[in-house]
């Protein structure tokens, strides 16, 4: 991107990765084109292998979003009504909604407002005789303590289905997450560290039965054709979605560090500044997004500035799930979601991003909450 200040930073730019791997996409479609295969074919059977093979796990089910991913998963691993599902109220609806969509309750538990993730202090006193399974989000691509999630769950017999539509690449303890609890569901909608041209999702587990049971699911319930054994879906990653994903998994890895190296220099530049709080770089974290937070209530206000000065930033996310109107106030409040729902402001991020770029974004933010 060039470095003139009239020129409008984006809160992502995808030109970087799509001009360097241009070739290899352009060979990638021509693949699938001429084979006149596009659903279930050789790319999705080799994406499943070589994502299996990359993230330590014995099955991975591709299929046709992250949404579908976790409703999958979800009735894969037996979830179903009249079952609670333990979740957390911050993050996008697609995680609350995949636990109501198959017929289960989704029971709220705040988050640390340190790691924006779900406070696992506060796990155990959510399970009651209903509860299911455990659905941490490893939100931004910083992974959930994940061993105080398996210890709670191993205690009471629970299934945990793990969230990491924005934590591709991301470890906790050395594992990656997706293959710590049962199952773990991936997005590949194309602003995630690992996109796709279009939306895609996969399954991971080392559950043989559940890795069926999700191939069924995927397929209209069926392991056979014509042969439907239950209500499922059409929920099937195809060959050109497949063929993409093929060429950018062997970078992730690369992108990751970049994007590590993104959000050190971010913490660099903000040293410091009043008003902005950093998140934390741990072991681990991909940094799908880099997430402040704007304190003094002043967040909406500088977001408009930053927009009139031609930076982008989003808010992830403006309503806690448990307060949309979807739910219409039916679970008790969440105070520190809800705090920092009026907080957060997540700045430009991409493994390209130069570093006038970034000084630019923190001039500006500088500014903004100078005026505001």
């Given at each position: 991107?060039p ?40 790319e ?63 029971v ?34 910083r ?31 050395g ?27 996969l ?20 392991a056979?054709r014509y ?34 190296e ?46 009139a ?64």
């Open positions: 991107m470095e003139t200040s009239d020129q409008r930073i984006p809160i992502l730019d995808l030109q970087p990765e799509i001009s360097e791997l241009w070739e290899e996409f352009e060979q990638a479609f021509q693949r699938v084109m001429r084979s006149g295969q596009f659903i279930i074919g050789p999705v059977r080799a994406f499943e292998s070589e994502a299996a093979a990359y993230l330590g796990v014995e099955h991975a089910v591709g299929v046709n979003s992250g949404t579908d991913a976790l409703v999958i998963a979800l009735r894969a691993a037996g979830i179903g009504p009249g079952d609670e599902v333990i979740t957390t109220p911050f993050s996008f609806f697609a995680t609350a909604e995949s636990i109501s969509n198959v017929g289960a309750t989704p709220f538990v705040d988050v640390d407002e340190g790691s924006f993730n779900l406070d696992t202090d506060l796990l155990e006193a959510a399970v009651t005789e209903r509860t299911k399974a455990v659905l941490p989000v490893h939100l931004y691509g992974p959930v303590a994940m061993d105080a999630v398996m210890a709670v769950a191993r205690r009471h017999g629970l299934k945990v289905i793990e969230d990491c539509a924005q934590s591709f690449g991301a470890r906790h303890e594992k990656h997450t997706g293959t710590i609890g049962d199952a773990g569901a991936f997005s590949f909608f194309p602003t995630k560290n690992l996109g796709a041209f279009g939306d895609g999702g399954i991971a587990t080392d559950d043989a039965d559940l890795a069926a049971m999700a191939r069924k699911l995927r397929a209209h319930g069926s056979k042969h439907n054994e239950m209500l499922g879906y059409n929920s099937r990653l195809d060959e050109l979605q497949a063929a993409f994903l093929r060429v950018k998994l062997p970078r992730v890895d690369e992108w990751n560090s970049r994007r590590r993104v959000a050190a220099r971010y913490d660099e530049l903000l040293a410091g500044v009043d008003g902005v709080i950093t998140p934390e770089i741990v072991d681990g974290h991909v940094f799908h997004q880099y997430t402040v937070r704007i304190t003094g209530g002043r967040r909406d206000a500088v977001r408009e500035a930053l927009e000065a031609g930076i982008a930033t989003m808010v992830y996310y403006p309503i806690p799930q448990d307060r949309l109107p979807v739910y219409d106030g039916r679970f008790p409040r969440c105070a520190v979601s809800e705090g920092l729902a009026g907080e957060v402001l997540s700045l430009p991020i991409w493994p390209g991003i130069e570093g006038a770029v970034q000084r630019r974004v923190v001039s500006g933010l500088v500014e903004a909450l100078r005026r505001v």
